[in-house]
């Protein structure tokens, strides 16, 4: 049986919505996507981290949650660290989407039967929204940035074949005004995100 995790990528976050505390507004962000994760079938849950934002891990992590540390907030890191948990495939995923459906996750991971890796973007915008490989991911793979490449340009050149790569369906991370504007509140979950800005002077 193939052995899947799905992994939280705690990327830093540089942006909150006026009169909302920016760690704050990180641990929301955080904890819905975490909390969603912690709901899917067929693949385990779990968080990488740097050094530094072990403690945040730590708080929205779920018991017995794996919890990876990583030398910096790449994608390559983490699968480093899936791969070295015996995993045969990965996706890493940003810790800024608290809305993403579970159905864009599962995706992520459908194309690894016929290809090596597949690529979310990021809707509306420069970045990621998630990257799944299998493991151990391919020597050509360069240091993905979530925050800051896109597939076309950072992943695709790279490839020997670049047909071994899938585009998965997009989706979009809370980053600016612009995507806030943007969230659903009829529809359900990022519960702690939505509390935090019922507290705060953003508009749901």
Sequence with gaps: MTRRVIVVLLTPVTWA????????WRHALAEDVVDLLATLNEVDPAIAAV???RPLADAVAWPSMQIYEVRATTVNATFAAAAADGYDQAAVIAA????????????LFRP???KTLAVAPAEGGTGLLGVA???????WLPDVDLDADVAATAIR???????????????RRLR??????????AVEGWDATRALLS???APL
Excluded at 17 to 24: A, S, T
Excluded at 176 to 185: E, G, I, Q, R, V
């Design 96 to 107: 800024d989407a608290p809305d993403v459906p579970g159905l864009i996750l599962g995706k």
């Design 199 to 201: 507290g705060g002077s």
């Design 133 to 139: 490989s299998r493991l151990p991911a391919p020597d």
């Design 17 to 24: 919505p006026p009169g909302v505390d920016l760690g704050k």
């Design 157 to 171: 050149p790279h490839a020997p074949n670049p047909a071994e790569i899938a585009t998965a369906p997009p989706w």
């Design 51 to 53: 050094p530094a934002d």
């Design 176 to 185: 600016t005004p612009a995507d806030l504007a943007t969230l659903d509140p």
């Design 112 to 114: 690894l039967t016929t």
